[in-house]
């Protein structure tokens, strides 16, 4: 069975520039998640979706990131434009329906650095 | 006050040794609990679910504390590839949404 797939798996871009970062879940997980390490930080809950739907988005910092789930399979994350502070990595997970966090499987994650 | 509280360490450990992580979390209606391996530059990975009653998986022993909102994770006979970080997880949902991560507690086991 293949994992949870994140690209791309660094991205450097400059502050004011747009980046989309990619999650492709488990086939067949309905529920996908979004969360970020700023380094010497935790990981923090950006959102979670169920399909297609945004189940929870209280962990978005702001509205510079946008994320989509287009037909409920791989999910998108884009940051316009972008700032230092969004330096990181972007981890995304997923699980099967009634499972949650006790089904959690992660991504490798996306490292982004902003400059 | 953080929502999970863990000493970041490093804790540094012979072959063999038995180690201890405390975890503390502030919200009393948290309902689940966990605890997650994450080796450096790697995503995170289900070390194990925490249950009040305790549970044990071969090295590995994990207890919670209700009363003093408190999880624990203790490791025998620690091996070289138990060097990681280990996170303390906790869910206000029942576990079915979103989790909230302590900032993990780095262990290095030395020959």
């Known amino acids: 069975e293949a994992g949870v797939t994140q690209f791309p798996s660094h991205s450097v871009i400059e502050k004011g520039q747009t980046v989309t970062l990619r999650c492709d879940p488990i086939s067949g997980h309905d529920n996908l998640y979004w969360y970020r390490r700023v380094m010497g930080k935790e990981i923090k809950f950006l959102l979670h979706?169920?399909?297609?739907?945004?189940?929870?988005e209280s962990g978005m910092p702001n509205n510079r990131f946008l994320a989509e789930r287009t037909g409920g399979t791989y999910s998108t994350l884009k940051v316009q434009p972008a700032e230092l502070e969004d330096s990181g990595v972007y981890f995304c997970a997923s699980s099967q329906l009634g499972q949650g966090a006790y089904g959690y499987t992660f991504g490798s994650g996306t490292r982004l650095t902003v400059v | 006050r953080k929502e999970v509280e863990q000493d970041p360490g490093p804790f540094n450990v012979p072959e063999g040794a038995t180690v201890a992580f405390n975890c503390t979390y502030s919200n009393s209606a948290s309902q689940s609990f966990f605890w997650y391996r994450q080796d450096c530059r790697k995503e995170p990975k289900l070390l194990m679910s925490?249950?009040?009653s305790g549970n044990e998986d071969g090295r590995f022993t994990a207890q919670l504390n209700r009363a003093s909102q408190y999880i624990s994770l203790l490791i025998r006979d620690s091996k070289l590839s138990d060097s990681a970080t280990y996170l303390c997880v906790v869910s206000n949902s029942g576990g079915y949404q979103k989790v909230t991560f302590g900032i993990g507690t780095k262990l290095q086991v030395i020959p």
């Open positions: 979706f169920v399909k297609e739907s945004k189940q929870d």
């Open positions: 925490v249950y009040s």
